[in-house]
């Protein structure tokens, strides 16, 4: 099976919330095998060299949502990969099937931790918990482990930077926002990113919606004038793994952007 007839299959005709838990999970572990079968790989990351291309890294914190299936499209009609940092506690955990097609249509699939909790408040062991039990989340619908962390609120310290490194994971943080969750203006969002971005960059916006919050929802009607105005400035848009490539990330280090920038 392709990865183009595992998104139909997963996606439905419109693009609705996943299925009843039941029917979700035997939907995953048939479509986990076909994904392993095609050999669709963490990071797909193609031909772009980003030494020599104008590249930049979307990312997509608080995955996955009810508007995620949504974001996929748009992102499949525009032929653009990005990366998904991801939640386990009602994210991942209630909507595995769309972790399933991040995946098989080539997206990279990190972690935001479990539940979200800020690791610079909390104690080494509740930090390790978060961080652990977002990735394995992750791993048991995919079949892969994320490597790459994603700080809630990009609070980061020594303490989380040594953590990680003992967990052999990177953490990525951001050189471009909107603030998209403080806003459902959807043409500010757009001018925000595309006066924010730079070669190298990476971009930070949301895709779920939060009660507490009143943003969130100008994301997604944001999304195609952000890829096309930076396509129009010559930017090709690559996951967060090709943007360090070569080397890629390395365990321990923190990352706001990659080498172009530097």
């Known amino acids: 099976m392709t990865a183009a007839a595992l998104a139909l299959t997963l996606s439905g005709c419109g693009g609705a919330a996943d299925a009843p838990r039941a029917g979700v999970m035997r939907q995953v572990s048939s479509v986990s095998g076909a994904v392993a079968a095609a050999g669709i790989t963490r990071g797909p990351g193609g031909s772009v060299d980003c030494r020599r291309t104008r590249c930049v890294a ?64 909390i104690s080494p062991a509740e930090a390790r918990e978060e961080i652990t039990r977002g990735r394995e989340a992750v791993a048991r619908v995919i079949g892969r482990r994320p490597v790459l962390l994603r700080p809630p609120e990009g609070r980061t310290s020594a303490a989380v930077t040594a953590l990680c490194r003992r967990l052999g994971m990177a953490q990525v943080l951001w050189s471009a926002t909107a603030s998209d969750y403080e806003t459902t203006d959807s043409a500010l969002i757009t001018r925000r990113i595309l006066a924010r971005t730079g070669p190298g960059g990476i971009i930070l916006l949301h895709d779920r919606v939060d009660p507490t919050h009143r943003g969130y929802n100008g994301t997604v009607a944001a999304l195609p004038g952000i890829i096309s105005g930076l396509k129009a400035r010559g930017y090709a848009f690559v996951t967060v793994t090709r943007l360090l490539a070569p080397p890629g990330p390395r365990p321990g280090e923190v990352y706001r952007d990659g080498p172009l920038a530097r």
Do not use: C, K, Q
């Open 58 to 121: 979307l990312t997509f914190d608080d995955s996955p949502g009810v508007r995620t299936p949504r974001i996929l499209d748009i992102l499949r009609r525009n032929r653009v990969h990005a990366t998904f940092f991801t939640l386990g506690r009602h994210h991942v955990a209630t909507y595995p099937a769309t972790v399933v097609r991040m995946a098989a249509e080539g997206h990279e699939v990190e972690t935001l931790t479990w539940s979200h909790r800020v690791l610079t408040a």
